[in-house]
């Protein structure tokens, strides 16, 4: 079993930072990849970026590449979110979750969930 913790979201005005965290802990060594999704009021979770945990390969959604960046930090089991230029729609729970498997964009394919984390961008 893996489990997931999530910090870091927050209240930010538009065209400002935040940075989440993700601490994993338990059997960490069966994790391929890590990734990032959200779910806005009355829409579907859908995918933000991902990383492969040994190569550091990284996958975004259009939207937010190039404003987002998703890393690693091997020693701490921690996977990190930077997002700069936030926009209003970006507003939502933002899940970090892991997987064993190999295709990192879909949600069906993670094994492990954080609880959550809101962020909110006022405009």
């Known amino acids: 079993q893996v489990q997931l913790v999530e910090s870091g979201g927050g209240l930010v005005q538009a065209g400002g930072s935040l940075r989440l965290s993700c601490a994993a802990s338990?059997?960490?060594?069966?994790?391929?990849?890590m990734g990032w999704f959200r779910q806005a009021p009355g829409k579907e979770r859908e995918f933000v970026a991902a990383?492969?945990?040994?190569?550091?390969?990284?996958y975004y959604q259009a939207s937010v590449k190039g404003r987002f960046t998703i890393s690693r930090d091997n020693a701490k089991n921690t996977v990190y979110l930077q997002m700069n230029s936030l926009k209003p729609e970006d507003t939502a729970v933002y899940y970090c979750?892991?997987?064993?498997?190999?295709?990192?964009?879909?949600?069906?394919?993670?094994?492990?969930w954080g609880q959550g984390t809101q962020v909110t961008v006022s405009s």
């Open positions: 990383i492969r945990w040994s190569e550091g390969t990284t």
């Open positions: 979750a892991a997987t064993r498997r190999d295709n990192l964009r879909y949600s069906d394919e993670y094994d492990y």
């Open positions: 338990g059997w960490t060594f069966s994790i391929v990849g």
